[in-house]
């Protein structure tokens, strides 16, 4: 399966060995990622914010659905269906979202939440729209369709400096766009810490991940 988008990792020099698996993986999954290096300074996602302003530009001059995607990532068998279903979407879409029970719970309708609670293996990959799309901070690996890229404002994210995932929640609220995600997530977050300070803490893994259909 071969996709019509413009794909990005957004990594820094001392994290190449994570960043090699994350590559390959989406290689293998029939994309072309581009990788954009920021000297990792301050460590952790803020210190990205001028390197994802280049991606950003040039997802908007590519034309194209653009995959936002970070560096520490494994791809489930069922990613590249996943990823279609979202493109044909039209819509901003998060393949990885960070799961805990409180978020879950504000985000996800009761059907799909009790079935994660369950642990029922063999979900069938739906694409949700969030019922509350604030304080995600996941933007790990996100669907961005061209028309909401055209929108973001190059400037704004390379003056205040933001993380991405903030950044890409301001925009949402500022334009009133609905998000959505694949559930069961397609894609998990490995949260590699090389290259990187301290642990951060509450969940930063999707626990829906492994509950796929294979």
Same mark, same amino acid.
């Given at each position: 399966?071969?996709?019509? &988008?413009?794909?990005? #990792?957004?990594?820094?020099?001392? *994290? ?8 390959? /993986? ?51 068998? !069922? ?11 039209? !819509?901003? =879409? ?6 805990? /029970? +409180?978020? @879950? =719970? ?5 059907? #799909? &939440?009790?079935? #994660? *609670?369950? *642990? ?9 729209? %969030? ?28 003056? %205040?400096? &933001? $993380?991405?995932? @903030?950044? &890409? /929640?301001?925009?949402? *609220?500022?334009? +009133?766009? $609905? ?10 977050? %490995? ?12 969940? +930063?893994? $999707? ?8």
């Amino acid at each position: 399966m071969s996709f019509k &988008l413009f794909a990005t #990792i957004v990594s820094c020099s001392q *994290r190449a060995t994570v960043r090699a698996g994350t590559e390959a /993986e989406l290689r293998a999954a029939g994309l072309e990622p581009v990788v954009y290096l920021s000297p990792c300074q301050p460590a952790g996602p803020q210190g990205h914010a001028a390197v994802s302003a280049l991606a950003l530009r040039d997802a908007q001059e590519s034309g194209l659905d653009w995959l936002f995607c970070e560096d520490d990532l494994t791809l489930s068998p !069922g990613f590249p269906a996943a990823l279609q279903k979202a493109q044909a979407s039209g !819509g901003v =879409t998060y393949l990885y979202l960070h799961e805990d /029970e +409180r978020s @879950m =719970t504000i985000r996800y309708p009761d059907e #799909i &939440l009790e079935q #994660i *609670r369950r *642990r029922s293996a063999g979900l069938t990959p739906r694409h949700v729209r %969030l019922l509350d799309a604030q304080f995600l901070e996941s933007a790990q690996c996100v669907l961005i369709p061209a028309a909401a890229a055209a929108q973001m404002r190059v400037e704004a994210l390379e003056r %205040l400096g &933001l $993380s991405f995932d @903030m950044f &890409l /929640e301001a925009f949402l *609220r500022e334009t +009133r766009r $609905s998000a959505f995600a694949m559930v069961p997530c397609p894609v998990q977050h %490995l949260e590699a810490r090389e290259g990187r300070g301290s642990v951060p803490t509450g969940s +930063r893994t $999707s626990l829906s991940h492994d509950l796929a259909v294979t």
